[in-house]
């Protein structure tokens, strides 16, 4: 249940936030890979589940299952950039700087 406080503390996020239940794989820039899912995201950023810890300002690039299938039904991606902002073991939150929708199992990092 919220507080008072909570609740006359307006949200101050510059993007708004769309609840999802996508799974994804995430690489960072040390070579550490793994997955989760992801539990909202924005134009801006990302949290999600993924079970550890991750380092604080590191670099990250996640592929998420995207909902929606091109015309000739083949599965689509997300693909985001972004750097980790927190990360406990219950969810990570990340910044997103570019991301890119591109078919799934697309081997080239092509920018859009």
Sequence with gaps: MATETELARPD???HRRFAM??????ELTSGQTGTGEVLN?????MLFRGGIMLPIG??????????????SGQPLELRVH?????????????????YQIRAAGHTEDAES
């Design 12 to 14: 101050r996020r510059k």
């Design 21 to 26: 239940e996508l799974e994804l794989r995430y």
């Design 41 to 45: 995201i924005s134009t801006g950023g």
């Design 58 to 71: 590191e670099l990250i690039r996640a592929d998420l299952t995207w909902p929606f299938l091109q015309e």
């Design 82 to 98: 972004g750097m980790v902002l927190r990360s406990d073991l219950a969810s990570t939150a990340i910044t997103i700087s570019k």
